[in-house]
């Protein structure tokens, strides 16, 4: 038996469930490698041009590597760094390798020779100060090659505990302790001055002898070089008023390349004295989506064969800058259509689709809507009836008409109270039963009344006075650390990550340990008292915010600010709450007109939705300004910022693809079929098939929505990715579909039972429906919110009849394969 099912029905309904064998057709499609267009053959080379045009050396060991680019003859630019062949007029004073990087060897002035595609271009050079001593400088000279290669991360040197004795700050944040774990820790022996090749920091990083990490730098190498002569010179820290890296700047900063194509980056260290290095050898490389580019570690770049846009980071020393990649698809055989354009959203979308020559699909029909905006608003399916009442509406506006309808209706309250509860946590081990209801009750009111998010924030921000009068209040007992408090609202009100900044520079952001003692310190004063009606939040304490390295007080000021000279004495919440609520605030609007972008469309502007940074840039920036700003103009109206999206060309179109846009996933040319939350799916099958779950401690005919204890142990929402919110990451709630999931809504008994329940729907649509082809005529309005093909509906009238011996049967197998398939089990 299968999911109580015999083997031979369960055979017969997916053999002739038309959808299932069209879904596994789809999900070949999906998971095969398309031999897609390949990059168009570049056209002839016309002229070349190096950056920089010339170049100065000074100092010992200087350095510098060039770009070439080529000019085609159809006025495009193509990069020739590493087509190109480069050779020095004079080697005794410069030298170049066959990628371009040019090492100064002895004072004078030369050319550099670059020849590519039958053209040559020449680039002077100078040399200066080669003969100078070095001063060796830790910081600035050794910290930066420890990066470069993984020593310092947390996966090596860089843990909490470190690795086997040697323990170094992650990123070298902590130059000091750093410093002396090589010269001072492990009795010395790291470092031997007098035989710098005896020195255990060499023979380890060599592979010389037995090191977990493996051969990290090659004897020889410049990098090994180097720290050898730093340990020759007695291992300096160098002096302490230095110059420090202050900027980093990527060359190029955004090129258009065709897809299967490369392009080598530069990057450029600007010093707090205005003098700037060439750090491209040293810097680490990421790019924010592999599936359309990739870095290696010298910072070539290669796009992939879809189209869409890329950014790759560059990072150095603390400082952070990024490359924007646009890769357009093949150009159209004939020019690019006229879109029409809703309203502000489809503009500027449609400006972006036309850089990408990617054409959107077709608007979806009548059924694809009114399933996806239920979903969507409410996290329930249409029922038949309500199926059938909308597509028999003839009116021009029945989808705005729709629209308003769903908004006022108690569903779209539970929905998004779950949602938020999820981001607020909402937790009953954490407040108990009273505490987490009165918690989860001020969300969904604030939804009901659709209450300004400007107002929601402030009052989740400056909540004081008794508990039970100020529910908004269980926040600060939920995350009781002010530091986590400082976190958990950047993360979920601004959307942006300083966690990491707790103990060490963001390693990809500008945020420092400063920054989040800063924002913490805006939270220290709120803490609760017990009184005769319960516990009262307030400003009660006033203990001083330290570094946790030099000991020195930070005073509150908000991200981005200019630090005060001291702490106001006032509740300082009042002053983030003034700070993150204000118009001209860039985070606050941005985060939450993404979040709900990414909701209704499948996939944030900025995506992950709360990973706002330089390095992480938009897809689309003018569409998400955009945005934001109406959100703004609008008073932070939620249900009207909903209302202008849904009613967006963008979100209307058709998740079936075109030849232009099958592969992008970016840039809102389509649908995306989106999974459907553990909640909102178990609704589902509850619904078509009729039968209610029973969840214990809640009231009979509470939907899985409705459920606001995260905690409740129910194997489905389990197994479909319910958080259980001990974080405010969007990454709790899984999204990605797993075996387990499929095994289980294939085999399940329990669903099989609700599916054959003599009271369920299943059993009365048999019983009402005399007639076979209405029976699948309801069976498509309850679980696909449209009415059958001919081909369809043909096809499951044969099913009937060759089951003629049991009807009920026939169409309990049918449901069983709708409720299987694609169509049934995301949001398209």
Request: aromatic share 8%; with cysteine.
């Amino acid at each position: 038996m299968i999911g109580g099912m015999s083997q031979a029905r369960y055979r017969s309904a997916f053999l002739r469930s038309r959808w299932l064998q069209v879904q596994f057709v789809v999900s070949i499609l999906v998971l095969a490698p398309l031999d897609g267009p390949s990059a168009r053959a570049d056209t002839a080379v016309v002229s070349l041009q190096s950056r920089p045009v010339s170049v100065a050396l000074e100092g010992p060991d200087a350095r510098m590597s060039v770009l070439v680019d080529g000019q085609t003859g159809d006025g495009h630019t193509v990069d020739m760094t590493r087509k190109s062949i480069y050779s020095s007029r004079d080697a005794s004073i410069v030298t170049v390798s066959e990628m371009g990087h040019l090492i100064g060897r002895a004072d004078g002035e030369t050319s550099i020779d670059i020849n590519a595609g039958g053209h040559q271009v020449e680039v002077r050079v100078s040399v200066r100060g080669i003969g100078r001593p070095r001063r060796f400088h830790f910081e600035n000279d050794v910290i930066p090659i420890l990066s470069k290669f993984g020593c310092n991360t947390s996966g090596c040197h860089g843990k909490a505990e470190g690795q086997n004795g040697f323990k170094l700050s992650v990123f070298g944040f902590d130059v000091e302790a750093d410093w002396a774990a090589l010269t001072s820790e492990g009795r010395g022996r790291r470092v031997f001055p007098a035989a710098p090749r005896e020195s255990l920091l060499l023979q380890k990083i060599s592979g010389e002898v037995p090191h977990g990490g493996g051969i990290r730098i090659r004897r020889g190498s410049r990098e090994y070089r180097l720290l050898s002569d730093w340990i020759s010179a007695g291992m300096p820290r160098g002096d302490l008023d230095a110059p420090r890296v202050a900027s980093l700047r990527v060359m190029p900063g955004e090129r258009q390349l065709a897809m299967n194509s490369s392009q080598q980056t530069r990057v450029i260290a600007t010093y707090s004295d205005g003098s700037e290095a060439d750090v491209t050898q040293h810097a680490r490389y990421q790019s924010n989506n592999e599936g359309l580019g990739t870095v290696d570690e010298f910072g070539l770049v290669e796009t992939s064969q879809t189209p869409g846009e890329v950014a790759v980071m560059a990072a150095y020393m603390g400082a952070v800058d990024v490359f924007r990649v646009l890769i357009p698809g093949e150009a159209l055989n004939e020019d690019f259509p006229e879109l029409p354009a809703n309203n502000f959203i489809d503009t500027l979308v449609a400006a972006k689709l036309r850089k990408l020559n990617l054409v959107p699909s077709e608007l979806c029909s009548d059924s694809e809507y009114l399933r996806r905006v239920y979903l969507d608003l409410i996290g329930t399916l249409p029922t038949a009836d309500e199926g059938r009442r909308f597509l028999s509406d003839e009116r021009p506006d029945r989808r705005e008409r729709l629209v308003d309808e769903l908004l006022v209706r108690p569903e779209f309250a539970d929905l998004w109270a779950l949602r938020w509860s999820d981001l607020l946590r909402v937790d009953r081990q954490a407040l108990e039963h009273k505490g987490a209801y009165a918690y989860y009750r001020w969300i969904r009111d604030s939804f009901v009344a659709n209450k300004p998010y400007d107002q929601f924030v402030r009052e989740l921000i400056t909540a004081d006075g008794v508990l039970s009068d100020s529910p908004a209040g269980y926040f600060y007992k939920v995350v009781g650390d002010p530091g986590q408090r400082a976190s958990t609202l950047s993360q979920v009100l601004l959307g942006v990550r300083i966690e990491c900044a707790k103990c060490h520079h963001h390693p990809s952001d500008r945020w420092s340990q400063t920054d989040y003692y800063g924002m913490q310190a805006l939270l220290t004063q709120a803490s609760f008292k017990p009184t005769k009606r319960g516990e009262m939040l307030g400003a009660f304490s006033d203990s001083p915010t330290k570094h946790p390295r030099t000991g020195v007080e930070i005073f509150a000021h908000p991200l981005g600010e200019a630090r005060p000279a001291n702490s106001p004495a006032d509740d300082r919440r009042a002053i983030l709450a003034d700070w993150i609520t204000a118009p001209d605030n860039r985070w606050m609007a941005r985060n939450f007109v993404n979040r709900i972008w990414a909701q209704l469309l499948g996939r944030g502007i900025i995506e992950p939705v709360d990973d706002f940074r330089a390095t992480n840039p938009p897809t689309n920036p003018e569409l998400l300004d955009a945005l934001a700003a109406h959100f703004v103009e609008q008073k932070y109206n939620f249900h009207t910022l909903l209302k202008t999206i849904i009613a967006s060309q963008t979100y209307q179109r058709s998740s079936r693809p075109n030849a232009t846009n099958e592969r992008d996933e970016q840039n809102y040319s389509r649908a995306l079929l989106k999974k459907l939350d553990a909640e909102v799916l178990f609704d589902a099958v509850c619904q078509v098939t009729g039968v209610p779950e029973k969840f214990p401690g809640v009231p009979a005919g509470s939907r899985a929505v409705q459920l606001w204890d995260s905690q409740m142990n129910h194997y489905f929402l389990r197994q479909f990715g319910r958080p259980i919110r001990l974080s405010a990451c969007q990454c709790e709630r899984t999204s990605e579909p797993s075996v387990s999931q499929v095994l289980h809504v294939f085999n399940s008994p329990k669903l099989n039972a609700k599916l054959t329940h003599d009271g369920g729907r299943i059993a009365g649509i048999v019983d009402n429906h005399s007639v076979d082809g209405d029976v699948v005529d309801e069976l498509y309005l309850t679980f696909y919110s449209r009415r059958p093909s001919a081909e369809e509906r043909e096809a499951g009238i044969a099913y009937f009849q060759s089951h003629n011996s049991s009807r009920r049967r026939a169409a309990e197998d049918i449901a069983w394969s709708m409720m299987n398939s694609l169509e049934f089990l995301f949001n398209h």
